[in-house]
Structures are given as C-alpha cells and as structure tokens.
C-alpha cells in the first residue's frame, strides 16, 4: 500500500483566490458581523456550549484516520472555522477565509459520522455546511462546485445538459437498448405512471449507459415506469452544499413539480446518495415540508421489492468476493443497509463485510461535495482516504459495489491510486448480470 | 491564611450565604439557559418539528451506560471514567449522607443516601478519572489541539472538589481548612455551571436528543 506522509496541501483554487480578490472589506465586515449574531444563538450557541473538548469524534472521521493529524479532527475543523471567527468576533482576514474554505469546503464530507460519535450529538456535518453558506455569502466558493451550482441555477440540472440534449440521450440509450431488449422503449412523459425514475445531471452527461441499463431492469421487471423530458429530470443538487439553499429549494420544487405534473405514484432515485439527501432531509425543509410531498424511494429499494416480490428471477448468482461500500446519505442517512444486504444475499455467493460497516462505515471522501471541489484536489481528496483503501483491501474482495455516484467516483480514485485488485461497480450492474430475460423479451 | 482557611467564620459564610448565592445563581442562571437556547430552538422550526421523545430516550440510555455505544466500546477506559466520574459529581453527592445532614439541619428533611463506602469508592475513581482526563488532554494529539483554557478550568473546579471531599471525609491534614475548600470549590462549581460548558449537564439532553430524533425518525438508523 502506497505511504502518503503528506498532510498539509497546497492547492491554489481559482474560485477561492479570485472571490477573495473580489470581496470588499465593507462585504467582509457585515456578512461576518451577522454570521456572528447568528452562531450566537439557538443551535450553534447550543453546539458550541456544549462540547467538551474530548476529541472523542476523531475516530468517526476518515480524514483524521487517514493522517492522524488532528487538523482533520471532526473537533480541530471547527476549531479552525467557527471557534476562531467567534473568538475573534467576526474579524477575520482573507488568509482565515481561504483556510476555512479549504477546510469546509475539501477536508469534511458532511457524512455527519461524527455526530453519531460525539456523546453529546453535536452535529459538526451542519456546522460545516453553514461555514460554506458563509463562504457561499462572501463569494468564496471553490471553482468547480460554483460552477455545477450555476448550472442548477441556469439549467436546473448540474452538468449544463440543454432539454434537447437530454431528450436525445435517452432516445440515443433506447436505441442501444433495443440490441439487447425486444421492443426497448424508454417512455418519456407517461401520465400517470407508477414510476417517475429520477437520475442526476452526470448520468446522461459522462455515464448514459446506466439509463440504459436501469431502464432495461425495470422492463425485465414489468415496472411501469417513465422519465421526464422536461426540466426537474435531474434530482442532484450541489446548491445544499455550497449553502446556497435558495437554488437548492428551487431545484426540489421543479423536481417535485415533474412528478406531480406526471401524476406518478412515486419517485425512484437512481443509485446516488447526495441527491436522496436532498429530497428527503434537505430540500424539502427549505420549501416547508416536513418530509417529500410525494413518496420517494432509492433505487436500492426498489431493485430489493422487485426481488422480494419475484418481479426479478435471480438465475446465476456472482462468484467472486463481493464487498459493500455503504453510502452515507443512503445507509447512515435513511437505513437502506439492510436492503443492500438482502439484495446482496439474492445475487451474491460470497459477501464480505468491510470493518466497520452499515452507518458505522467510512465515508469515500467524495460525497459532501468534496469530489466536485474539481480535480485541483485530487490527490488531497485520495491522500485523505487512505483508510478506506485499506478497508476494501482487508475483505480481499474482487468486487465493491457503491450504490452511490460520488462514491462511485470517489472509490474508483482510491481503487488507481492505491493500486487495489477490485472491480467498481453498481447494483445495476451486477443486477443484469443475474436476472432472468423473460421470452418475450429476448432479442431474436 | 490556614487558620482562616479553616475558620469557623469562613464556615458560616460558606454554609451560610454563599450558599444561597451559589445555588441562586446556579437555579437562575440554569433556567435562564435552557430557556433561551428553548425559545432559540423553537424560533430554528426544524429542531422541535423533528424532536421525537422515543429515539431521544433510547439514545440517552445508550450513552449514559457504559460500552453502551460503538464509541465508547472503541474507548473503553475513557467510556468506564466517564461514568463512573458523573456518577460521582451528579448522584453521589445529591444522596451522600453527610448532605443529606445538611440539609435535615436545615429545614429538617432528608432522603435515602447512599453507604458512605461506596460513596467513598466512587470518590476514589471519580478523582483518577480527573487524572485520567487530564493525561488525555495532554497526551492525545487530537485532544490536545483542541483544548482551551477554559477546558483547564473546569476540570480543575470539578477535581478539587472532590479532591477536598476525600481529604475532609477522611480527616486527612487540616481537616475544617478542607472541609471550607471543599463548600466552596463545591459552589464554585455550581455557579459554574450556567456560564461555563460545564451547561452540558443540561445541554446534553438537547443535543444527544435532537441527534437521535434526526437518527431515528429522519434517518432510520440508531445513533449510538
């Protein structure tokens, strides 16, 4: 396993350096001045008064049990973000912001581990998440997150995907369905349907294969099942992680507006966690629900009642050592684990559990944002992961399965760099691998 | 200054009015506290929306029980202190006999103490828990960053009154100078407690609740 001694990383981001240059001393001065009055009150004031100092949420986190400094504490981060800037009553300089930028924005996945570990709850994910609304305030905002989030704002969805190249993605995945599936039709715009299957704006932007292959499960499966073929098609939201809960909000109305619009029974998340957060924990609060006003479910839950009801006949079962990623905004974040784990248990002969597992798992350093900070931070982001690597590597597994896409992409990082054996993938995958093509269906 | 340490008239001040001083400031000053952060928490309308007593009490026992969560079976000394080190700053002294003489003195009412072994035992490990925590803060790295004064101090005024307790109960050295130590490092601590982080005492079932009901009823998985 490759050493990374390093843990200080000098990464010049040019959103950060130029909203800097950009923000004026009287813009500096006032937005701190009420971020202060705010950490002053109600939860914060709670947070802060609360916590004893014992250092006991460092072995929830990842970064710090990558590198054992305790810069990269749960603790140390809010040492170095809101302790600071309350001790210094809001008089803080540039030099602070783009260290607690770095910090909030590239050193904490918000996987909100940390919170499960403290004796007190304290929820240091949210502190995070409010340190970047005041970045978000003060310009200071890395690049490329800025600039996925002024797509949602433009375009409604994160990758700056026009309507009609939407459209034509998924009439181009129907086409390559059609090699495969007698008759294939992914249904845009069915009224009525039972299924409004939600995917995010990187699916038709740099894996459009997975729309094939998730709508050609659910054909297998007899679901009654449509897309959307206009705007609220994509569920991601990188808004909620910059701060910016105002495109955040707009972006869960348009999506929950489609569905309405459509009359479907239900939503059905693809295989991603940031985007499920924001229906069911985030998005929804900001536009006054309680929870989502229409039912939503993950896919993972949907492909496990399509086992349990026998809609998929599972007629091989995968070989090789199989081992599970456990996704933060899916297992920790709404108990989907055991779902996974049935699923698993359907279509695997030999699972291995990575230690520790299910809402006790290590994040992948990708999710929270962090992986969308851009590829400036890389190698910081994969240094910060060692112990995951380590993780997949102890279950001697040749395959992991990550039914997230910010894990996705973030393992695939760890898998290369660290030089592990395993093969990334998601249940989708594995799920067509096993499942039997009823006659009608098979391509003569 | 040992002679006045272990005064009588040091004694009845302390007994006396200091008294009423230290439990005033700290009855007030809690309930002021937990009545703004109440008011505060309900103005942040997704904190009692989401408030679930159930996953909020499963919670508190889990983290109030020793090994009762994956944390605390990951730090097994500090999880066995910290227990027995409330217990001994919280109950020991609500049900300790020689309180409880006080306050029969009083106003001539009393309740069911606990044996003074125990009581004394408890002392014992409460006060190498104060060590304990104390070689932590200096030792763990990840401690030590984040460690303030203000962590120095409130660990100190809890230690020396049980220090003094220990040293009055068993009439070890000076013991009327110990005994006044003990009365006033004992207020001390409780006029302490609504202006330090010591107010975790009643923080704590705020935040290890909202937690849990977030857990619990949001996230539908256990928080401990």
């Known amino acids: ?444 | 200054m040992l002679e006045f340490l272990g005064s009588d008239t040091l004694y009845k001040i302390l007994r006396g009015p200091m008294c009423w001083v230290a439990f005033g400031i700290f009855i007030i000053g809690s309930i002021y506290r937990i009545v703004k952060w109440y008011k505060e928490l309900s103005d942040e309308k997704v904190v009692f929306a989401y408030f679930k007593p159930w996953y909020a009490l499963k919670s508190y026992l889990h983290w109030l029980t020793p090994y009762g969560s994956r944390n605390w079976r990951l730090h097994p000394y500090m999880s066995l202190f910290t227990f027995f080190f409330h217990v001994g700053i919280v109950i020991i002294p609500i049900f300790l006999s020689a309180h409880n003489l006080l306050i029969y003195e009083s106003w001539g009412i009393s309740w069911w103490t606990v044996p003074d072994a125990i009581a004394d035992a408890i002392t014992l490990i409460a006060l190498i828990a104060c060590v304990f925590f104390l070689g932590r803060r200096l030792i763990l790295k990840e401690v030590r960053y984040v460690t303030s004064a203000s962590d120095y101090y409130i660990l100190g005024v809890v230690f020396f009154t049980l220090l003094t307790a220990f040293l009055a109960y068993h009439q070890i050295g000076y013991y009327k100078a110990f005994l006044n130590l003990h009365i006033f490092f004992g207020e001390l601590m409780l006029v302490s407690i609504p202006f330090t982080r010591l107010a975790h005492m009643w923080s704590f079932f705020f935040t290890r609740g909202y937690t849990a009901s977030e857990f619990g009823y949001v996230r539908r998985v256990k928080d401990w």
Request: proline share 4%.
């Open chain 1, 1 to 444: 396993m490759a050493e990374v001694a390093q843990t200080q990383f000098k990464v010049e981001d040019p959103g950060i350096e130029e909203g800097l240059q950009k923000l004026t001393d009287e813009k500096k001065d006032k937005i701190l001045s009420e971020f202060v009055a705010f950490l002053k009150k109600g939860r914060f004031d709670v947070y802060v008064n609360t916590c004893i100092h014992c250092g006991l949420c460092s072995d929830a986190c990842h970064w710090y049990q990558s590198f054992k400094d305790p810069i990269y504490s749960p603790a140390g981060k809010v040492k170095q973000t809101i302790w600071e800037i309350l001790r210094r009553d809001g008089k803080v300089d540039r030099a602070f912001i783009r260290r607690a930028a770095e910090v909030a924005f590239t050193e904490c996945n918000l996987c909100k581990k940390c919170s499960m570990y403290c004796p007190f709850g304290i929820d240091i994910g949210y502190m995070m998440n409010l340190v970047r609304r005041l970045c978000h305030l003060l310009g200071v905002v890395p690049l490329y997150i800025q600039d996925t989030v002024n797509s949602h704002s433009a375009t409604l969805n994160q990758m700056w995907v026009k309507q009609d190249e939407w459209i034509d993605t998924i009439f181009w995945q129907e086409d390559e369905g059609l090699a495969e599936i007698k008759n294939f039709k992914i249904p845009f715009d069915k009224e009525g349907a039972d299924i409004m299957f939600s995917v995010i704006g990187p699916e038709p932007k740099f894996k459009p294969q997975l729309i094939k292959e998730v709508a050609t499960l659910m054909t297998i499966a007899g679901v009654d099942f449509t897309f959307p073929s206009f705007d609220g098609w994509d569920n991601s939201d990188m808004a909620m992680y910059i701060g910016d809960f105002e495109i955040c909000g707009r972006n869960k109305k348009y999506h929950f507006e489609a569905a309405l619009r459509l009359k479907v029974k239900r939503i059905v998340m693809c295989e991603c966690g940031h985007a499920f957060r924001s229906v069911y924990d985030v998005g929804n609060r900001w536009l006054g629900w309680k929870a989502h006003p229409i039912p939503v479910i993950h896919a993972i839950q949907l492909y496990y009642e399509l086992l349990k009801t026998g809609k998929l006949k599972v007629v091989r079962k995968i070989k090789e050592p199989v081992t599970l990623h456990d996704p933060c905004n899916v297992v920790r974040g709404r108990g989907l684990g055991k779902y996974a784990r049935y699923i698993i248990e359907q279509i695997c002969e030999d699972f291995r559990e990575m230690t520790p597992n299910g809402e006790h798992n290590f994040c992948c350093a990708a999710g929270g944002g962090v992986i969308n900070c851009g590829p400036i931070w890389r190698g910081k982001r994969v240094a910060g992961n060692k112990v995951k690597a380590e993780q997949i590597k102890a279950t001697g597994a040749k395959i992991v399965i990550t039914p997230c896409h910010n894990c996705h992409s973030g393992i695939a990082d760890i898998i290369q760099t660290y030089n592990l054996d395993v093969k990334n993938v998601f249940f989708v995958d594995l799920l067509l691998q096993v499942v039997e093509i009823p006659d009608h269906l098979k391509v003569e």
